[in-house]
């Protein structure tokens, strides 16, 4: 069965301060496609990353960047010089093409980063 | 371009009363999603639509859930007699016809409050 696991539940930090949220997955499948999602207090969920399973690349975008490791099962992401804006819940998320339903989704139990000015 | 959108955006409800929820999904996306969320955990898959098909269920999906989604445009959600542990954050999200496991887009989510 696929879990993912956030076990950081609250991170608080400084504005311009550097944070990486943790997560690890569990999958059986070779192939499968790891997200992370941002969840600000007006509730919508908002894209931030995919990766899939083959491509262990690290990615770099703007203040953010992501560390992908298959040999630890962990997608880890970095936020660069946090700002206020910053402040939301961050979900880790994995999906498994096997399953049918593309894009079902199962998620970790959330991150809430708070940045403090 | 609007995005997905939810209606109502708060429903508050007496236990044994039925509930209806309404997803607009973004209008060139075939693919269409059911998630429920409670407090501190992240969202669940409830079940998926490609077009107006129901595809997949989860387990989570009780008999006394329902979902519809005819012409494959927008999608309801109906609950029958609530009941308390059904009390959530239910969200909406919808993906292009493009390559599999492509990103989903969410809306803001209706939450239930059943007394």
């Known amino acids: 069965a696929q879990k993912v696991t956030q076990a950081q539940t609250e991170i608080s930090v400084v504005e311009k301060e550097d944070v990486t949220l943790d997560c690890v997955y569990e999958?059986?499948?070779?192939?499968?496609?790891l997200f992370w999602y941002k969840q600000p207090p007006s509730g919508e969920l908002v894209f931030l990353i995919r990766r899939n399973s083959f491509d262990e690349q690290n990615e770099i975008s703007g203040r953010y960047s992501w560390n992908f490791q298959k040999s630890t099962s962990s997608f880890n992401f970095t936020i660069t010089a946090s700002q206020v804006v910053d402040s939301a819940v961050y979900f880790c998320?994995?999906?498994?093409?096997?399953?049918?339903?593309?894009?079902?989704?199962?998620f970790g139990k959330g991150i809430t980063l708070s940045v403090r000015p | 371009d609007t995005g997905v959108s939810q209606d109502p955006r708060h429903k508050i409800t007496k236990r044994g009363q039925n509930v209806t929820f309404r997803c607009d999904p973004i209008?060139?996306?075939?693919?269409l999603y059911w998630y429920r969320q409670t407090l501190g955990q992240g969202p669940e898959f409830l079940t998926y639509?490609?077009?107006?098909?129901?595809?997949?269920k989860s387990r989570l999906l009780s008999d006394r859930f329902s979902a519809e989604r005819p012409k494959g445009s927008f999608s309801t959600l109906e609950i029958q007699r609530t009941e308390q542990g059904d009390s959530a954050m239910y969200l909406c999200?919808?993906?292009?016809?493009?390559?599999?496991?492509?990103?989903?887009?969410f809306g803001s989510g209706t939450q239930l409050s059943v007394l």
């Open positions: 209008s060139e996306h075939n693919r």
């Open positions: 998320a994995l999906s498994e093409p096997h399953t049918g339903a593309n894009s079902k989704l199962t």
């Open positions: 999200a919808s993906s292009s016809r493009g390559r599999p496991n492509e990103k989903l887009f």
């Open positions: 639509f490609q077009n107006e098909a129901q595809l997949e």
């Open positions: 999958t059986r499948d070779t192939t499968y496609y």
